[in-house]
């Protein structure tokens, strides 16, 4: 038997998408589930950041995963190896999720016993910028590779985040990545805007992302 | 005085964008004028790579380079600092360039004394690979950080491409990248694909790439 579903979700046929999320959200708020938009380049390590995030996170609460993805199943396989309960949603070549898209997902995943729903975006720092998923929250990862002046090139994806994980901090010595430049170009664009350095792999930083995000859930649900 | 223009290019209003690659394409052949369209991530190293390539081919050819971004004139700076013709195209939110856009780059470049043009489009795997820009060929980087599994997850950017640039070789020591596994991806996407490895830092694979570039311009502008 397969260990997670695969979901075609289609084109969301509302007209007011920021109508939608609002609903969304508060229905998620009755059902006391919070919802985390994660969104970031391709390769930046957002399933590998998920994978830290359960393990951290999943004796004190349920956790549901939305993995969305144009094509593949090949980020549900790995998130299925944590325990969690998944889904892999399939864009049909849509490169971002809106709300009605993201309800779909939710209704896939069954939110009833879920605590904590993390929605992986599409990777893309454009398109998924422009549309409210529905979400409590937004957070992206950049990672130490991608270089620290994507703020000023990307501008809007840093804009509409409430936390930015600065990825792969464990290679910095490879790269010629400016931390206190990147945090200066982010917090110039979004001076409310959570800054949390992490490697995914090593476990570096993932204690102050856990207790970020235990607390959020907590407030939500309560 | 400043070293290159900005435009703000609009989208097209062309509704068949197929029939205005293929006009545009006819355009440039006459004008002996050879376009690269190359894409990626947010990232993976296009504006280094296009330093490396003016620089091997600066002096056997006359080349021009359009930097597409949704703000920012980061790129267009470093790419006047190589002494190359370069214009920054501002898409005003826009995820991707049509051929309609691409044009207007050009006539804002201006080719009549431009051998090779160079577009080098916004960082993004998904939109961009659905419009064809009117180029003669088209290029991407992969880099070796955002990991060997994205033509899984990105299929049709891998399948329109006539080259594939695996760049940041040189740190492939630090991330568990299998560039076998990788072409065995691609080729299956797309078996008529060329895949060069190289570190657009260390100069690592420039000669084979500047190789093939000058094959195809010297191909075309015959």
């Known amino acids: 038997m397969d260990k997670f579903r695969v979901l075609e979700i289609k084109k969301s046929v509302f007209e007011n998408n920021d109508r939608e999320a609002n609903e969304l959200r508060k229905e998620l708020k009755q059902e006391k589930t919070f919802l985390l938009n994660l969104m970031s380049s391709p390769g930046s390590g957002k399933t590998t950041t998920l994978k830290a995030t359960i393990a951290a996170l999943k004796d004190e609460m349920r956790i549901g995963v939305m993995e969305a993805d144009i094509d ?3 980020d549900a396989h790995t998130i299925a190896e ?8 399939h864009t049909g070549g849509m490169c971002h999720l809106d709300a009605g898209m993201t309800k779909q997902g939710l209704e896939g995943l069954g939110t009833e016993n879920i605590d904590f729903a993390i929605l992986e975006n599409v990777g893309n720092l454009v398109c998924p910028a422009e ?39 464990d290679v910095m010595p490879y790269f010629d990545f400016d931390l206190e430049a990147c945090k200066r170009y982010v917090t110039k664009l979004n001076p409310n805007i959570k800054i949390i350095p992490i490697s995914a792999r090593t476990g570096e930083g993932i204690d102050e992302w ?5 607390e959020q859930v907590k407030q939500w649900n309560s």
């Open 131 to 169: 549309f409210d998923t529905g979400a409590v929250k937004n957070a992206m990862i950049l990672s130490v590779p991608e270089g620290h002046d994507k703020p000023l090139k990307y501008p809007l994806m840093f804009s509409i985040c409430d936390v930015l994980l600065v990825n792969k901090i």
């Open 72 to 74: 593949s199943d090949v």
């Open 210 to 214: 856990s207790n970020w995000l235990r």
């Open 82 to 89: 944590t325990g969690a309960k998944v889904i892999q949603l």
